[in-house]
């Protein structure tokens, strides 16, 4: 199966080819958890309020899940670009198996616990109750998420990105017809309340696991999972965990990043704990298309490294931070034209949405300046480059934005964490320049 179109198509349409694809998955996998707060929301405010408590660690479980995935998708799409096929499997075939049990010990780890976890952020026994009932059903799918996202990335390694987009669009159908009918019960189907939503999501990733095997299984791709390539090499194990965990605390990261800022702001009010939440939920679709750019560009920046096409790597970076700047601009015009329609699908408290408006507004005029530091740690996780992709995600999420909210918060109160978004994508924008320039020059 020939991949060469990889390093010999025009870059802007080869760009625009491989990640509007990974675009709408991105619309679609963020939906899932939009969806379920809409619905939740519902239910009542605690019950909101509980599934924002719960979403750093259910953002942990997918951050170590798709961390590795992309280790799998970097790896086989710089073997391929290599002609080396036999690692190529290997990248698939024992990722696969590793990824597998990332999910069963995360299953575990996860349920266990929880309990501890919720009461560090809140004392509502209600709150941390609703809590439970919704992470305790939802971990239990943890091993299908891991193997959904394993196929999703290898299929992207080799450019077949709308069969990405038709399994993941498979799987929210499911979730969003099966979310009111699981929550509020119709028809044979009792009325679950929180639990619903937990069910409804997990059956949807299990769906779209479904839809992967059998497009794996019915239309060959130029990779192959097989037990004579399960033989562990070190090479190819390694290069997979170095990209992955680089990958996993890149997106780890924004979970730790949650949960400390929620501690910062319980010490005001509930109130900016639940509007975090909505932001985060919110910013998930803003930034969805610039994340499906990134997505995109990897498998991309692999093969084309792998080949030796260094000119064509430094033109697929250039594009794709003008593609994600222009993307980010547009999420900045919709958090001041509409910012109340935004928080008003999440919650009908005036008081709530008026704290969430502002929010929007501060946070969002560091959008635009994001894309530097968003692209430049993408694009080196597509080279392999690990180490210096994973000083750009502590700087953005631990590094800047921890202290600054810290100090901020003491002067300006609620307001001032909202101020360090701002000001620390602006600091990482511009440390994130010198870091990528240095890494691959």
């Known amino acids: 199966m020939d991949q060469t179109f990889m390093k010999e198509k025009k870059i802007l349409p080869l760009v625009l080819s491989m990640s509007l694809p990974m675009v709408i998955s991105m619309a679609v996998n963020s939906l899932y958890n939009i969806v379920d707060s809409y619905f939740v929301a519902k239910l009542s405010e605690d019950a909101m309020t509980a599934l924002a408590l719960v979403y750093p660690v259910q953002n942990l479980i997918n951050a170590i899940a798709i961390g590795f995935a992309i280790g799998i998708n970097a790896c086989a799409a710089f073997y391929l670009g290599a002609d080396r096929q036999e690692q190529a499997d290997e990248a698939a075939s024992q990722g696969m198996l590793l990824n597998f049990f990332h999910g069963v010990v995360l299953s575990v780890i996860c349920i266990a616990g929880m309990p501890i976890f919720l009461k560090m952020f809140s004392s509502d026994e209600a709150v941390v109750s609703l809590a439970l009932t919704y992470a305790n059903r939802a971990f239990l799918f943890a091993v299908f998420i891991t193997l959904g996202l394993s196929f999703e990335k290898i299929f992207q390694s080799v450019g077949r990105m709308k069969v990405s987009m038709f399994c993941m669009m498979c799987g929210f159908v499911t979730n969003i017809i099966l979310d009111p009918l699981m929550i509020f019960g119709a028809g044979p189907f009792p009325a679950l309340g929180i639990a619903g939503a937990a069910y409804a999501t997990g059956i949807g990733q299990c769906f779209s696991l479904l839809v992967y095997?059998?497009?794996?299984?019915?239309?060959?791709?130029?990779?192959?999972?097989?037990?004579?390539?399960?033989?562990?090499?070190?090479?190819v194990i390694g290069r997979m965990y170095a990209i992955g965990i680089s990958a996993t605390l890149t997106m780890a990261l924004p979970s730790l990043l949650i949960s400390v800022l929620n501690g910062i702001l319980s010490t005001f009010s509930s109130a900016y704990v639940l509007v975090l939440g909505v932001y985060y939920k919110l910013q998930t679709f803003i930034y969805l298309t610039a994340n499906g750019i990134i997505q995109g560009i990897r498998p991309l920046m692999g093969y084309n490294y792998g080949a030796g096409e260094q000119e064509r790597v430094k033109e697929i970076y250039q594009t794709s931070l003008k593609l994600i700047m222009g993307v980010m601009l547009i999420g900045t015009l919709l958090s001041w034209i509409i910012p109340e329609q935004l928080i008003g699908l999440f919650t009908s408290n005036p008081e709530t949405i008026q704290i969430g408006v502002t929010a929007l507004h501060i946070i969002s005029l560091g959008f635009i300046v994001s894309a530097v530091s968003v692209t430049s740690s993408g694009a080196l996780e597509g080279l392999g480059k690990a180490v210096p992709a994973l000083y750009i995600s502590l700087l953005r999420y631990v590094v800047i934005i921890l202290p600054a909210a810290f100090l901020f918060s003491r002067f300006f109160g609620a307001a001032g964490v909202w101020c360090a978004f701002c000001f620390s994508e602006f600091v990482t924008a511009g440390c994130s320049l010198v870091i990528y320039k240095r890494a691959v020059h």
């Open 213 to 235: 095997l059998l497009f794996y299984f019915f239309r060959p791709i130029p990779v192959k999972i097989k037990r004579s390539a399960l033989s562990p090499n070190k090479e």
